[in-house]
């Protein structure tokens, strides 16, 4: 039992030098991990992000969009994000006085 007791002590000697080391290295660990995702989101957003809305504003989607055509399944969004987009049936275009088609009158379904 002594020489167990005297093993722990022994041990605990070595152990109370390594210890806050290692508390050390795992805060440095935590801390690199932070800053790994902080730099990851930062890229994300800058290159990413901004690579999506070039590819949108070449194409014109998000501008202009695409012109519906009488029989087109339509999404109607509300400005509150809470409530669901309703579906909607293109009936009619509706063209204005420089030709182009600027609304439609269409038939919203139940959801």
Known sequence: MALYV???????????NILPQIY????IMIIDN???RKRFWEA?????????????DS??????GRVPK?????MIHD????????KALVLHTI???????????VRIGKN
């Open 6 to 16: 005297d093993t722990l002590l022994e041990d605990s000697k070595h152990l109370g």
């Open 24 to 27: 050390i290295m795992m805060i």
């Open 34 to 36: 932070i800053n790994r």
């Open 44 to 56: 994300f957003q800058a290159d990413y992000l901004d690579s999506l809305r070039l590819r949108c």
């Open 59 to 64: 194409k014109g989607i998000g501008k202009l």
């Open 70 to 74: 009488v029989g087109d399944l339509i």
């Open 79 to 86: 400005a509150d994000p809470r409530i669901k987009p309703k």
């Open 95 to 105: 063209r204005s006085d420089d030709g182009e088609i600027r609304s439609c009158k």
